[in-house]
Structures are given as C-alpha cells and as structure tokens.
T-cell receptor, first 115, second 113 residues
Framework: ETGVTQTPRHLVMGMTNKKSLKCEQHLGHNAMYWYKQSAKKPLELMFV???????ENNSVPSRFSPECPNSSHLFLHLHTLQPEDSALYLC??????????????FGDGTRLSIL | KQEVTQIPAALSVPEGENLVLNCSFT??????LQWFRQDPGKGLTSLLLIQSSQREQTSGRLNASLDKSSGRSTLYIAASQPGDSATYLCAVPLAYNTDKLIFGTGTRLQVFP
C-alpha cells in the first residue's frame, strides 16, 4: 500500500475520446505531481500543485488539463490525445513543495494507450 | 540545465554479487539526491534520500554515496538477490530548494538465481 492511489490502472481510448485520470493520497501531503513515463525516456514532470495551486506547467500541451480540487485529490483530464501520448502516467505527493527532506510518494500509475 | 545520466542502462548478474549503479548530474548545486526502485508496471518506491551535507546513506543492503563536487552518486547493493530485480532511478531537484525532480533514465537490473 503506497498511500497514493491511481485509477484506472489501465486505459485504452481513441483520439477523439475524453477521459480523466484520478489520483488520491491519504498521507496528509500538500504537494501533488503528475509525471509522464514513456518507453526509454526519463520521467517527465508535467504539473505540480502546492496547496491546491498550480505551480508548474512544464510546457504540457493543452489536451492535458489538470485539476486539484483539494490537497488529497488530483485529476488529469484528457481530450483529443495523440498516439505519442501513450505512456505510463504517474502521480506523486510530498509534504509540501520545499521540504527537501522527505521523498516523494508515488502511485502505481495509469497505463494509457491511445488507439 | 540539469541533466541526469545513469550507467549502465542494464545489468544482469548472478545472485550474491555486490553491485554498483552509477548516477551523474551536470549541475552540482543540488541539495539532495534520491534513489528510487521501480518494479514492472508499478510506481516508484523511494529507497534512499541523501542530503547535500551528507556523504552517504544506508538502508539494509543498500548504500548510497554522494560526491557533489564531481556530480556523482553511486548505489551499492550488497549480496544481490533475485528480488532486487527492478529498474533503479536516481533523481535530483530541478532547482535549489524545490521538490520538483529531474530523473535519470534508470538502470534495469536483473539478478538471476
């Protein structure tokens, strides 16, 4: 049990579909992150939220839309995705953005496949 | 711009061997470095976090060292076991005093009986 839960674990969608990824943490953390992990590439930071406020958008295309309604929940809304968006999407949390002393806790990810 | 490199990309060893995984980073102005483990189809599990003021951290059979001046960290695994088979990732903060991380591409380790 990682403390960070992601749903769904697997998602197959067409390029014209709209879907959402969900992340929930029960660790009392205030910072949450979305990462993208593609084959043979390093994890890429996508978005960062700290106390529900977005503090980082790492040049992510607008077809990815994050939402953080509270410190425990993070969503990634998807629409009109491209085949190159197929990847493992990982959510993580940490106590806050500038602790420097606590590691990030990761969920098991959502494996996304775009047809 | 911070870049993180890990070598080797893959490693296959018999059970019982002592291993060294390498991580290098281009900007030495970091305030911590983390080592993670990732099992297939799973998320990342934090193994060790070394503060910039520390030289090494130990947890069980794992020992991580940090040499900021040379931009290097090593993860030493003693007496490897098949259960150690996974991908090992190192990561450093994007900038000083932030938890936004830059990851290496990882070392895929296989330990066979």
């Amino acid at each position: 049990e990682t403390g960070v839960t992601q749903t769904p674990r697997h998602l197959v969608m067409g390029m014209t579909n709209k879907k959402s990824l969900k992340c929930e943490q029960h660790l009392g953390h205030n910072a949450m992150y979305w990462y993208k992990q593609s084959a043979k590439k390093p994890l890429e930071l996508m978005f960062v939220y700290n106390f529900k406020e977005q503090t980082e958008n790492n040049s992510v295309p607008s077809r990815f839309s994050p939402e953080c309604p509270n410190s425990s929940h993070l969503f990634l809304h998807l629409h009109t995705l491209q085949p190159e968006d197929s990847a493992l999407y990982l959510c993580a949390s940490s106590p806050s953005l500038k602790t420097g002393f606590q590691p990030q806790h990761f969920g098991d990810g959502t494996r996304l496949s775009i047809l | 711009k911070q870049e993180v490199t890990q070598i080797p990309a893959a490693l296959s060893v018999p059970e019982g061997e002592n291993l060294v995984l390498n991580c290098s980073f281009t900007d030495s102005a970091i305030y911590n470095l983390q080592w993670f483990r990732q099992d297939p189809g799973k998320g990342l599990t934090s193994l060790l976090l070394i503060q910039s003021s520390q030289r090494e951290q130990t947890s069980g059979r794992l020992n991580a060292s940090l040499d900021k001046s040379s931009g290097r960290s090593t993860l030493y695994i003693a007496a490897s076991q098949p259960g150690d088979s996974a991908t090992y990732l190192c990561a450093v903060p994007l900038a000083y005093n932030t938890d936004k991380l830059i990851f290496g591409t990882g070392t895929r380790l296989q330990v066979f009986p």
